[in-house]
């Protein structure tokens, strides 16, 4: 069983910027990919970013591309999720994720263990 903590939301003006962390209750370097999905008022979940395990590549939803970065300190068993000249849009509740090997990475239902969110609100 994992355990999921994400900290860092916030209330912030467009163009600034927020760093999400992710604390994993075991080790996930080389374990588990590991994830950031968003949840908008009204809408469905939707995939921003991940990371791999071991190689550390990382792939990004094209709304987010050039603007956030995922990194993973497995030595703190933490990912993070940079957030640059954010705007109102990506105002939503931010998720962690984590699995040892999900199907289709952009799809919610194939990753196993979820974080319980952290409000993200841009202000224009």
């Known amino acids: 069983q994992v355990q999921l903590v994400e900290s860092g939301g916030g209330l912030v003006q467009a163009g600034g910027s927020l760093r999400l962390s992710c604390a994993a209750s075991?080790?996930?370097?080389?374990?588990?990919?590991m994830g950031w999905f968003r949840q908008a008022p009204g809408k469905e979940r939707e995939f921003v970013a991940y990371i791999t395990r071991t190689l550390g590549r990382t792939y990004y939803a094209d709304s987010v591309k050039g603007r956030f970065t995922i990194s993973r300190d497995n030595a703190k068993n933490t990912v993070y999720l940079q957030m640059n000249s954010l705007k109102p849009e990506d105002t939503a509740v931010y998720y962690c994720a984590a699995d040892y090997s999900p199907s289709a990475v952009r799809l919610q239902q194939s990753w196993t263990y979820w974080g319980q969110g952290t409000q993200v609100t841009v202000s224009s």
């Open positions: 075991v080790r996930t370097g080389s374990t588990y990919v």
